[in-house]
């Protein structure tokens, strides 16, 4: 019998490796119906910060300027990134005026600092 290691917080653990795969694969099918609600312009949002966040010196984007940047109703972008962090997966607001994070990255300190080719560096979410 092969194993995996999952590492959780401060513990590493064994799980069952056939266990792991058929976990993995179910949560590979649901994906697409965990996307359904998403529409070009929360892509768009998302995909915007994302991009972003490791340009921004350190600081969360404001969504006043998320708005202006993606041509998208300063309203309507409030709305979107409202619901993109109710989905508990893609955005995490700080304060009601900036995204702080957009996953897979963060401004905010987490043990996970990431480095890019051109220079930025962010947390990884």
């Given at each position: 019998?092969?194993?995996v ?6 513990l ?12 993995a ?15 070009p312009?929360?892509?768009r949002?998302?995909?915007f ?9 350190g ?9 202006a ?34 996953y ?22």
């Amino acid at each position: 019998m092969s194993s995996v290691l999952i590492a959780r917080a401060n513990l590493i653990e064994s799980t069952d490796e056939d266990a792991w795969k058929e976990a993995a694969a179910a949560s590979i099918a649901h994906m697409p119906a965990r996307l359904a609600f998403m529409t070009p312009a929360h892509h768009r949002i998302r995909n915007f910060a994302v991009r972003e966040l490791p340009r921004n010196g350190g600081r969360p984007l404001a969504i006043a300027d998320i708005a202006a940047a993606t041509g998208t109703p300063e309203a309507a972008t409030r709305a979107i990134v409202a619901e993109l962090e109710r989905q508990l997966f893609f955005v995490v607001r700080e304060g009601e005026d900036h995204v702080s994070w957009a996953y897979p990255v963060t401004v905010d300190r987490t043990p996970h600092r990431l480095m890019f080719g051109t220079g930025e560096s962010v947390f990884g979410a």
